[in-house]
């Protein structure tokens, strides 16, 4: 092994112990540092927390397969929603489990069961439920690689072994590594991150507790602008998950920091336009405004309508492509936040032509410098 490689104090098995490259990473921190410099707004609480609810909640749980509107998820967090109770708790149990990092920061063994107990209230089936001892799992616990049925599973740490690699977590969590500057807890929260889902110490919602564990950890640091990361694998899952399998299959964590520092950086820079956007607009943007921007710069095809709505069904429930460019896309065209260009030469439905979007640069004041990775002039 290489010099450059550092082993941590996280055992992965009988001889096994988490290594990592920091010098492999320099280039990509350095990216961020200079996205994120003189970015004073999002470095405040403010920021983390406008990005938690309830973006960061649609991006949990998107994930996890679950596709729920932001309109459906802010009336549930408003309790305006007429969904049945057992159906709110996807949604209800990942606001919970928020607003309880917002204001416990100690993170330990009681503090972790009481915040399973939060994200995972009444949506265990019965084997789960009863496969629950008074903090972990009791049970054998499978993993599948990636999300292809067809894949082999990996197991979970024995249930007799849990507690003392939790032990190891909370032992890293509370030393001093990494602490020394925010991008580097940021890499510290992503390694707890993945060690948490390693460990699998429950029976479900491992994955969803992973990443509000990170999350707890960057609050506690203070290095809020890394907060959105969820959003940044809810946009590329299959990497997510390619980054998740070489981790556990070479002991190398490097390659899953390298995609997190990359797609966390995108989305940050996602994040300064759809701001920069909304303070210079006059009108009033919603949330699911904002998520719509989101998706044009998202889009990985043609800037058309249809392509736009396809993508917005990728996240979301699925509707008709008319249906979600007649309630998501024409109102933005109304308020002047897209530029309807030319029709295209296919249909939508309806014998309605397809048409060319762009983003109206005239609302657009940003330092195209900051913006190195996601192409702006593509949008407009």
């Known amino acids: 092994m290489s010099d450059n490689y550092d082993f941590l104090y996280l055992k992965l098995g009988d ?31 403010s920021f983390a927390k406008h990005a938690m609810m309830s973006q960061e909640i649609k991006a949990n749980n998107t994930i996890e397969g679950i596709t729920d509107d932001l309109s459906l998820i802010d009336e549930v967090i408003k309790e305006k929603s007429m969904l049945a109770e057992r159906e709110k708790k996807r949604i209800i149990n990942l606001y919970h489990g928020y607003k309880y990092i917002l204001s416990n920061s100690d993170i330990n063994k009681e503090s972790l069961r009481k915040l399973y107990s939060l994200l995972s209230d009444d949506i265990l089936d019965n084997y789960d439920s009863t496969s629950m001892g008074e903090y ?19 197991e979970g740490v024995k249930s007799e072994d849990i507690e003392s690699y939790v032990n190891y977590l ?96 995108l989305e940050l820079e996602k994040e300064y336009i759809i701001e920069n956007i909304n303070s210079n607009s006059e009108v009033h943007l919603s949330k699911v405004d904002l998520q719509m921007i989101e998706y044009l710069l998202t889009t990985n095809s043609n800037l058309t309508a249809k392509d ?58 940003i330092d195209k410098s900051k913006v190195k990775h996601l192409k702006i002039d593509r949008y407009l």
Not at 24 to 39: A, G, N, V
Not at 190 to 195: D, L, V
Not at 227 to 256: G, H
Request: proline share 3%; with cysteine; hydrophobic share 35%.
């Open 136 to 154: 972990y799992r009791e049970k054998p616990v499978y993993i599948l690689r990636g999300s292809n049925l067809c894949n082999n599973y990996y």
């Open 308 to 365: 736009l709505a396809t993508t917005y069904n990728s996240y979301n429930d699925h509707k008709r492509l008319g249906v979600v460019i007649e309630e998501r896309i024409m109102p933005l065209i109304e308020k002047k936040i897209f530029v309807r260009t030319s029709d295209t030469k296919s249909y939508i439905d309806s014998g309605k032509h397809n048409f060319n979007i762009e983003l109206n640069k005239e609302l657009i004041s």
């Open 170 to 265: 909370l032992d890293y969590i509370h030393s001093d590594t990494l602490n020394d500057s925010e991008i580097n807890s940021f890499i510290k929260s992503q390694i707890i991150h993945f060690y948490f889902v390693h460990i699998h110490p429950y029976p479900d919602v491992n994955g969803r507790t992973s990443r509000t564990v990170a999350m707890w950890y960057l609050l506690n640091q203070k290095s809020f602008p890394y907060i959105i990361f969820n959003r940044a694998i809810a946009f590329s899952k299959a990497d997510y998950e390619r980054n998740l399998i070489i981790t556990r299959d070479n002991d190398d964590i490097t390659f899953f920091l390298r995609y997190m520092l990359q797609n966390t950086l």
């Open 15 to 45: 001889k096994r112990r988490l290594n990592v490259n920091y010098h492999y990473l320099e280039p990509y921190k350095d990216d961020i540092l200079r996205f994120l410099d003189h970015m004073d707004s999002m470095r405040t609480l």
